[in-house]
């Protein structure tokens, strides 16, 4: 059915058009926790169950958008008894989506390879708002708490209840990133000494645990910075809050002026 205007207003003030209750609101969860869930009508997935495997060679898919796929083998896909449902972080099939008929909905929410889903979407020439954001690397932290927000917002929105147990999938869990930050590199990189009580404000701030033992400071890179993994990164951290302006500058800019050769630049507009 038809969204509630609250609803319709927010996503249009994002830019996204409303398509039903349903969507809008696993599109509102999106915005809101940056992770992409996916809701299938539950009734068309073939003997009510899906897989995450590669394309087996000569599948095809249609679309939610009506974009006809050829996929290739090294495609990920969501699958039924039947056949793909949908591209993998990408966007879902024709022939599950939901509808007005709708009465029972199936919910993903997932974390996939960023790699993969920037090749697939670039391929098919497929991109999405999932895309985007699987490509740039979602919490895989958030997964869990994003899928039940997406399920009460549906409620919310779309009314019926949640059905008990939840179907948890995590092979191959991370383990917490660990990057040791020297504070004599620190001053060297910056050319200025920080305190390191300033550098441990700075770092605790930003949700890194710091631990200092001499000169060193070992801190525990959160799951959602994804864009942290070298002594360098949190260098930088440090810099942009402790203040670029901080940092000492060349007052005068030295300027050397090279002569000009006449019979060189003679030829060069002759030439």
Request: proline share 5%; glycine share 6%; net charge negative.
């Amino acid at each position: 059915g038809p969204s509630p205007d609250w609803l319709r207003r927010r996503l249009e003030a994002v830019g996204l058009r409303s398509v039903n209750n349903v969507v809008d609101a696993t599109n509102y969860a999106m915005m809101e926790t940056g992770q992409p869930p996916h809701a299938f009508d539950y009734a068309k997935i073939a003997d009510g169950k899906i897989i995450v495997r590669k394309t087996i060679a000569g599948e095809r898919l249609t679309s939610i958008d009506g974009t006809q796929c050829d996929l290739n083998t090294d495609m990920l896909v969501i699958a039924d008894a039947q056949g793909p449902v949908a591209v993998a972080g990408v966007m879902g099939g024709l022939d599950t989506e939901v509808s007005e008929t709708t009465t029972t909905i199936l919910l993903e929410d997932a974390y996939f390879d960023p790699v993969s889903v920037r090749t697939t979407s670039r391929r098919l020439a497929l991109p999405s708002e999932a895309a985007f954001r699987f490509e740039r690397t979602v919490d895989i932290e958030m997964v869990d708490w994003a899928s039940k927000r997406t399920a009460q917002l549906i409620t919310q929105v779309a009314g019926g209840k949640v059905a008990k147990g939840v179907v948890d999938i995590y092979p191959k869990k991370l383990e917490q990133k660990e990057v040791t930050l020297r504070l004599s590199r620190l001053s060297r990189l910056l050319g200025i000494e920080v305190p390191c009580e300033e550098v441990l404000r700075i770092l605790s701030a930003l949700s890194f645990k710091p631990k200092v033992e001499d000169d060193l400071i070992m801190c525990s890179v959160p799951s959602w910075r994804s864009d942290v993994y070298r002594e360098v990164d949190l260098i930088e951290e440090v810099a942009r809050v402790y203040g670029y302006n901080k940092v000492p500058t060349e007052r005068k800019i030295k300027i050397e002026v090279v002569p000009v050769d006449t019979r060189q630049k003679l030829i060069e507009l002759l030439g």
